[in-house]
């Protein structure tokens, strides 16, 4: 019966590709229209189910790479709902508390136009919290695509033990439009920081792919934005009396920590970020390469 079974879904499933192929020919994608088109979706649909990467553990079809398993934390497609569908049941839920009331995200269509594809945030009350609290002296990684509708002044996400607290870690496009990602210590002076910056300048309402990538060795991180590499991380510290770093062990003063990390809700005003966000990616105890990011990139 099991045999018959798998005969069954390999027909199907070779039925499905001939039938795509017959219509769609792998084609160059060069603008954002291309990428919103018909095309574009049923090119990748193909070329997912040519290298393998479809599945029936999957979302839309398409099943998380081999090579992004190791130190996944959490991944939210962000396709009609805030599930981790890392297989970690690490979902999303909304905070409550000292935190704004809220629903969540409203959902439209994808990158690749699919139906309720991303997650949309009214830059008002919307935006949902992850147990994903990463330290400075250890490996992690967050990778996400976002679709700013302002690319200044824009919050993305953060930790912070309350409302107005000083946070660590943060993501956000800064009153310049280049990303950031920033951490403070936790010290009472709040004079200690881990900061970095993007060399570019980031663009509203258009997709772009963000990465961040944090050496648990060095304490600093590398900022990639659309798989290039265009920022690094470096601590800062005012007081020279103060010690600038990650201290572990009996000196510990790692970055303020807690949960929730707020994704949608940050530390300054105003607190909640506007636009839209699709695939936003969680790794503990690794670091992601250039091969990794290119691999995210290419999801649909």
Not at 160 to 185: K, M, N, W
Not at 238 to 247: D, E, F, K, L, M
Not at 273 to 280: F, T
Not at 284 to 295: E, F, N, P, V, Y
């Amino acid at each position: 019966m099991e045999s018959s079974f798998r005969i069954i879904q390999q027909i199907r499933l070779f039925v499905f590709v001939f039938c795509l192929s017959s219509y769609c020919q792998p084609n160059a994608f060069n603008n954002t229209g291309d990428y919103e088109s018909r095309s574009f979706t049923e090119t990748e649909i193909l070329k997912c189910f040519l290298e393998g990467r479809c599945g029936p553990k999957s979302t839309y079809g398409f099943q998380i790479p081999p090579a992004l398993v190791s130190g996944l934390y959490a991944w939210y497609p962000l396709d009609g709902d805030i599930n981790d569908k890392s297989g970690s049941a690490h979902h999303g839920y909304f905070p409550g508390g000292i935190w704004p009331v809220t629903t969540g995200p409203s959902y439209t269509l994808s990158r690749s136009n699919l139906p309720n594809g991303s997650a949309s945030f009214n830059g008002t009350d919307q935006y949902f919290g992850s147990d994903f609290t990463p330290l400075c002296n250890e490996d992690f990684a967050i990778a996400l695509w976002i679709f700013p509708n302002n690319a200044t002044n824009n919050q993305i996400m953060s930790i912070q033990q309350y409302i107005g607290g000083d946070p660590g870690p943060r993501l956000l496009l800064d009153a310049t439009g280049h990303f950031e990602f920033s951490a403070f210590f936790d010290f009472w002076a709040n004079e200690d920081l881990t900061l970095g910056t993007s060399s570019t300048v980031l663009t509203a309402n258009v997709w772009t792919h963000i990465t961040y990538v944090h050496n648990g060795a060095t304490q600093q991180g590398t900022i990639w934005v659309n798989g290039v590499g265009v920022g690094v991380t470096s601590d800062l510290t005012p007081n020279a009396s103060q010690v600038t770093g990650c201290i572990t062990g009996s000196s510990s003063r790692p970055w303020r920590t807690g949960k929730p990390l707020n994704i949608g809700f940050g530390f300054d005003n105003p607190r909640f970020y506007s636009g839209r966000m699709d695939d936003v990616w969680f790794f503990k105890g690794r670091q992601l390469s250039a091969s990794d990011i290119s691999t995210l990139m290419s999801l649909p």
